[in-house]
């Protein structure tokens, strides 16, 4: 059974960093292009980021272009999120998805079709 587990979440200030981590146990998700997406309270589901198998492209939801970085490593079976310039409107519980059709971007920007979810970690940021 695959499982995803987040961590890294927490209390910070507007302006501060964080770094979400998200680890898979049970397969091998090299082969898998993953993900971040967030709920924030009274919202929708949202996409953040993803990046493809081989971290050789990745795409960015605009409203945090230029300021968080998505990467992996696949010997770790982990995806990481690097969270910059954070603002009181990224507080929500971001999730880490993987998706076996590598970097379907529809699939993502719809948050439709991911193959595995986590549990999620929560971000709340404090103006």
């Known amino acids: 059974q695959v499982q995803l587990v987040e961590s890294g979440g927490g209390l910070v200030q507007a302006g501060g960093s964080l770094r979400l981590s998200c680890a898979g146990s049970?397969?091998?998700?090299?082969?898998?292009?993953m993900g971040w997406f967030r709920q924030a309270p009274g919202q929708e589901r949202a996409f953040v980021a993803v990046?493809?198998?081989?971290?050789?492209?990745?795409d960015y939801a605009d409203s945090v272009k230029g300021r968080f970085i998505i990467s992996r490593d696949n010997a770790k079976n982990t995806v990481y999120l690097q969270m910059n310039s954070l603002k009181p409107e990224d507080t929500a519980v971001y999730y880490c998805?993987?998706?076996?059709?590598?970097?379907?971007?529809?699939?993502?920007?719809?948050?439709?079709?991911?193959?595995?979810w986590g549990k999620g970690t929560l971000v709340t940021v404090s103006s």
């Open positions: 049970g397969r091998t998700l090299s082969r898998h292009a």
């Open positions: 990046i493809r198998w081989s971290g050789t492209a990745t």
């Open positions: 998805a993987a998706d076996a059709e590598d970097y379907q971007l529809g699939h993502w920007r719809a948050g439709i079709g991911m193959d595995y």
